[in-house]
C-alpha cells in the first residue's frame, strides 16, 4: 500500500496566515492526489485534485502543488473557516490510501 | 444536487455483521462509481471499497475477506455489509461518489460495535 505522511500533524496559525501542509507519498505517484477539508461532525470536502486543480466552488486561497513523491496544499491567507484538519489521499494505486491529516487550530 | 444518506444500525453486536445503506437522490447511481469510506473515532480515513452499478467491485485487501457491496439501481441505492465485526471496526461509515477521488459525500454515520 502507498504510505502517505503529512506533516505537520498540528499546526497553530492566525487569521491572514499563509499556511502550508507537505504531503508525502512512499512510492511515486506521479499527479494522482487529492486534497480534502474536514471540519468536527461533518463529511470531508473535496478541495483540489490532480494536484493541483481545483475543486468547484473552491476559493482561491487554497491551493496545490507538486508531482512524484511530494506534494503541498497552501493556504494563502487564513480565514476563520478553515480551521479544520486535512487530509492528502492518492488516487494511483489501489488501495487507495490517506494522510494521517494536519489540524489547523487558531493560534 | 446529488445527495448522499447513509442508514443502518447504529449499535452493531461483536461477530455479528454490520449492514448499511446509501441512498442516492439528484443522480441515478447507474451513472457513476460509488464508495464507502470508514473513519475511526478520532482517527483517520480508511476506504473499504467501491461498486459500479453492474456489480463489478474492488475492496481494501484490509478488509475483503469480511467485505461486499452491492447495488439496487431500481432502488437507487447500494449497500456495505461487513461481517465479524470487532470494537476495531467502530466507526463513522461514509458513503461517497466515485472510486477514485470522492467529491460527493453522505453526512456519515457512527456504528459502534458492542455488546
Known amino acids: 500500500d502507498i504510505q502517505l505522511t503529512q506533516s505537520p500533524s498540528f499546526l497553530s496559525a492566525s487569521v491572514g496566515d499563509r499556511v502550508t501542509i507537505t504531503c508525502r507519498a512512499s512510492?511515486?505517484?506521479?499527479?494522482?492526489l487529492a486534497w480534502y477539508q474536514q471540519k468536527p461532525g461533518q463529511a470531508p470536502k473535496l478541495l483540489i485534485y490532480?494536484?493541483?486543480t481545483l475543486q468547484s466552488g473552491v476559493p482561491s486561497r487554497f491551493s496545490g502543488s507538486g508531482s512524484g513523491t511530494e506534494f503541498t496544499l497552501t493556504i494563502s491567507s487564513l480565514q476563520p473557516e478553515d480551521f479544520a484538519t486535512y487530509y492528502c489521499?492518492?488516487?494511483?494505486?489501489?488501495?487507495?490510501?490517506f494522510g494521517g491529516g494536519t489540524k489547523v487550530e487558531i493560534k | 444536487q446529488v445527495r448522499l444518506q447513509e442508514s443502518g444500525p447504529g449499535l452493531v453486536k461483536p461477530s455479528e455483521t454490520l449492514s448499511l445503506t446509501c441512498t442516492v437522490s439528484?443522480?441515478?447511481?447507474?451513472?457513476?462509481?460509488w464508495s464507502w469510506i470508514r473513519q475511526p473515532p478520532g482517527k483517520g480515513l480508511e476506504w473499504i471499497g467501491y461498486?459500479?452499478?453492474?456489480?463489478?467491485?474492488d475492496y481494501n485487501p484490509s478488509l475483503k475477506s469480511r467485505v461486499t457491496i452491492s447495488a439496487d439501481t431500481s432502488k437507487n441505492h447500494f449497500s456495505l455489509k461487513l461481517t465479524s465485526v470487532t470494537a476495531a471496526d467502530t466507526a463513522v461509515y461514509f458513503c461517497?461518489?466515485?472510486?477514485?477521488?470522492?467529491?460527493?459525500w453522505g453526512q456519515g454515520t457512527l456504528v459502534t460495535v458492542s455488546s
Open positions: 461498486i459500479y452499478y453492474s456489480g463489478s467491485t
Open positions: 512510492q511515486g505517484i506521479t499527479s494522482y
Open positions: 490532480s494536484a493541483s
Open positions: 439528484g443522480v441515478s447511481i447507474s451513472s457513476s462509481y
Open positions: 489521499q492518492q488516487l494511483n494505486f489501489y488501495p487507495l490510501t
Open positions: 461517497a461518489r466515485r472510486n477514485d477521488l470522492f467529491d460527493y
